[in-house]
C-alpha cells in the first residue's frame, strides 16, 4: 500500500522567511503533484512533477522531486501572507493511470 | 485551463433520504473521473474511479451499493449517496483527466453534504 507523508503537518511562518515542506513516499513513482487548498475550497493545482530530479518554479514556490530517495520537496521563499493555505503532495499510484493518493497535507500560515 | 464543475455546492439531507452530487468537465471529455472525500481538516481519500460506459471501479473499503456512480457520457459522472446517515457528512471533491493532458488533474470545486 503506497503511503505518502508530508512533513511538518502544521507551519507557522513570518513573512520575508523561507522554508521547505517535505513530501516522502513508499513506493516507487515517477509522477508527483504538488496542490494547494484554501479553506472551505478546492484543489488548485501547483506543480506537476514527472522525472526524476525535475525541478519546476512559479514565483515564490518551487518544487523538485528525487525519485531515488523517494521525495518531493515545495520551497517557499520570502514568504508572503497571500501563501497561508493547506498544501498537498499526491502521487500517481500507478504509473500514469491518475489514482492519486494524498499526502497528508501541511497546514501554512504565514505571520505578518 | 480546463474546468470542472459540481452542482449542488452544499446540501442538507434528512437521514435516510439519497443525495445526487454531479460532475462536470465543461471543456473537454473525460472517460475517466475519480470521486474523492475529505473530512475537516484531513486529506483527500480516492473513492472510487468512474469509467465513461463501463461500471465504476470502488477502492478498498468503500461500499459500492451506498455510493453509486455513474458515468454517463463523456462530460458527467455522478455519485449518488443512497440512505444517507450523518457520518457520510464530508466534502466530495470530483476530478477529471483530460486524456490528451496526461499531467494535470483538474478538479472540480467540491461539495459538501450535511446529513442530519
Known amino acids: 500500500e503506497l503511503k505518502v507523508e508530508q512533513n511538518p503537518l502544521f507551519l507557522s511562518m513570518q513573512e520575508g522567511k523561507n522554508y521547505t515542506i517535505y513530501c516522502n513516499y513508499s513506493t516507487t513513482s515517477d509522477r508527483l503533484y504538488w496542490y494547494r487548498q484554501d479553506p472551505g475550497k478546492s484543489l488548485e493545482s501547483l506543480f506537476v512533477?514527472?522525472?526524476?530530479?525535475a525541478v519546476k518554479q512559479e514565483g515564490r514556490l518551487m518544487a523538485s522531486l528525487d525519485t531515488k530517495a523517494r521525495l518531493s520537496t515545495l520551497h517557499i521563499t520570502a514568504a508572503v501572507h497571500d501563501l497561508s493555505a493547506t498544501y498537498f503532495c499526491?502521487?500517481?499510484?500507478?504509473?500514469?493511470?491518475?489514482?492519486?493518493?494524498f499526502g497528508t497535507g501541511t497546514r501554512l500560515t504565514i505571520i505578518p | 485551463g480546463a474546468v470542472v464543475s459540481q452542482h449542488p455546492s452544499r446540501v442538507i439531507c434528512k437521514s435516510g433520504t439519497s443525495v445526487k452530487i454531479e460532475c462536470r468537465s465543461l471543456d473537454f471529455q473525460a472517460t475517466t473521473m475519480f470521486w474523492y472525500r475529505q473530512f475537516p481538516k484531513k486529506s483527500l481519500m480516492l473513492m472510487a474511479t468512474?469509467?465513461?460506459?463501463?461500471?465504476?471501479?470502488?477502492e478498498q473499503g468503500v461500499e459500492k451499493d451506498k455510493f453509486l456512480i455513474n458515468h454517463a457520457s463523456l462530460t458527467l459522472s455522478t455519485l449518488t449517496v443512497t440512505s444517507a446517515h450523518p457520518e457520510d457528512s464530508s466534502f466530495y471533491i470530483c476530478?477529471?483527466?483530460?486524456?490528451?493532458?496526461?499531467?494535470?488533474?483538474?478538479f472540480g470545486p467540491g461539495t459538501r453534504l450535511l446529513v442530519l
Open positions: 499526491a502521487v500517481d499510484m500507478n504509473f500514469g493511470n491518475e489514482k492519486l493518493t
Open positions: 468512474s469509467n465513461e460506459g463501463s461500471k465504476a471501479t470502488y
Open positions: 512533477l514527472l522525472s526524476n530530479g
Open positions: 476530478s477529471a483527466n483530460r486524456g490528451q493532458d496526461q499531467e494535470t488533474q483538474y
